[in-house]
């Protein structure tokens, strides 16, 4: 068969202004089980959150079975978490596999997604013209150098001439036309 590139898969969250908190729907299943008609809770992007962590409450509802228990260190101190596998599912086809999370019995949102999450893919936070995009994709697609870019960037030096059908010096591995010829 050959080598096929690997299908990436993409999320944005769009808000109309400036936010400094990340919120995204994402659902929770036991590996093994469709996830058809999913109840999806609200999810925080918190890159200080190593290991993805949701309330007991929401363990509960969902009735995940505990795989063992895990000490975790958060802002009141030190607590004993339940461990479950699951399977993650964000907006857009975006699923994580056997993931090992955790269930916080004094978390007081639904779900905080952690770097275990943002770790397996490209994650970044725009703020152009004063609105917020939230971009994840997975698995990672290349690099995202904003000093590189800024360099490129520089009016005071002119940009190499590239032609628009080859590869993009940015790196994105797209054609220069369909990619940094416009910026």
């Known amino acids: ?3 096929q590139p690997k299908k990436i898969f993409a999320y944005a969250q769009k808000y109309g202004v400036l936010q400094g908190v990340y919120w995204t ?3 929770f299943g036991q590996p ?3 996830s058809q008609g999913m109840e999806f809770i609200k999810g925080l992007w918190d890159t200080g959150c190593s290991i993805t962590s949701i309330s007991k409450r929401v363990a ?3 009735a995940l ?3 063992g228990k895990v000490n975790s260190n958060t802002a009141g101190g030190i607590i004993e978490c339940d461990r479950h596998i699951v399977n993650a599912y964000l907006p857009n086809r975006v699923c994580i596999t056997n993931l090992i999370i955790m269930s916080n019995p004094k978390l007081t949102v639904d779900c905080l997604i952690g770097t275990d999450i943002i770790s397996q893919g490209d994650f970044s936070v725009s703020n152009y013209e004063g609105k917020t ?3 994840f994709r997975m ?3 290349a690099d995202i150098d904003y000093v590189q870019w800024a ?5 005071a030096k002119k940009a190499p001439s590239q032609d628009r059908n080859n590869k993009c010096s940015c790196g994105s591995g797209k054609k220069f036309k369909n990619c940094c010829q416009n910026m």
């Open 151 to 155: 360099k490129n960037a520089d009016p």
């Open 139 to 141: 698995p990672s697609h």
């Open 65 to 67: 079975p505990v795989v």
């Open 60 to 62: 509960d509802k969902l």
């Open 133 to 135: 995009i939230v971009s």
């Open 25 to 27: 729907d994402i659902g």
């Open 1 to 3: 068969m050959g080598n």
């Open 32 to 34: 093994g089980r469709q």
